[in-house]
């Protein structure tokens, strides 16, 4: 079997391809105190070995798109038929075209709530929970915000929601943003001191996204220099870009 990830741009006429996965993402580089069972479950779900249907659900920087995408990394690993799209670029899409799912080992939707209020895509996704429901497909998605919460039309669709495996993905507390920040580091073979952090956390943005795009510039200029990252490092790197 064969992974199928790409992307072209929408036509309104015709569904939109998948995304292309984020190669940052991975199981490997996913840092959270529940990490290990959310993960044993999704790999599990996708070797078809545990849940046929998985959500995760949870605020801005809880890791939704980060999973994913891991889940998009580790399907390439194993040769697994994946597909992975966004609700939110569906809904500019026909939702009578979704309906071949026959290429599909593992289909995963990040953003599945941005379809909330169109009963097409509601009706259209309401049956593919019962295929995934009947085995014939592993489906993963992520939400915003609980399905109880949801602003649903079609309540069928908001209560299929909840049939499989749900997961509240906690986001990350402000005082665990530098352990995630030093574990990512560690993973490139960097060692943040813990003077770098605070610098880090005091002067720029404390969302975790942000922290992670600054630390890829970081690393690019400390290979660049051949030099250990510093405050003095920061400053410069930083106003450059």
Not at 34 to 47: A, P
Not at 69 to 96: K, M, T, V, W
Not at 157 to 169: A, D, E, P, T, V
Not at 188 to 207: D, M, P
Request: contains cysteine; charged residues 20%; glycine residues 6%.
């Amino acid at each position: 079997m064969h992974t199928l990830i790409g992307r072209l741009p929408i036509k309104t006429a015709q569904i939109a391809l998948p995304l292309a996965f984020d190669r940052q993402f991975s199981f490997e580089n996913y840092f959270s105190t529940q990490g290990d069972f959310v993960i044993e479950s999704l790999s599990s779900l996708m070797r078809c070995e545990g849940e046929s249907m998985i959500g995760l659900w949870g605020g801005a920087d809880s890791g939704k798109t980060h999973l994913l995408n891991a889940c998009a990394h580790f399907a390439r690993q194993q040769a697994i038929s994946f597909q992975l799209y966004d609700g939110l670029e569906l809904l500019g899409c026909d939702p009578a075209i979704f309906q071949d799912l026959s290429t599909h080992r593992v289909l995963a939707v990040d953003n599945l709530d941005a379809v909330c209020g169109c009963r097409e895509w509601e009706e259209r996704f309401y049956q593919i929970i019962n295929s995934s429901r009947d085995g014939e497909l592993q489906f993963i998605y992520s939400l915003s915000d609980k399905p109880q919460d949801l602003d649903c039309r079609l309540a069928d669709f908001k209560s299929r929601l909840s049939w499989g495996l749900l997961l509240q993905l906690q986001t990350t507390e402000e005082s665990g943003i530098g352990d995630i920040i030093r574990f990512r580091a560690c993973l490139l073979g960097i060692n943040l001191s813990k003077e770098v952090i605070a610098y880090l956390l005091t002067h720029y943005s404390r969302r975790l996204s942000e922290q992670i795009k600054i630390l890829r510039i970081l690393d690019a200029a400390s290979l660049t220099a051949q030099k250990k990252i510093s405050v003095p490092m920061i400053k410069q790197a930083l106003i450059k870009s």
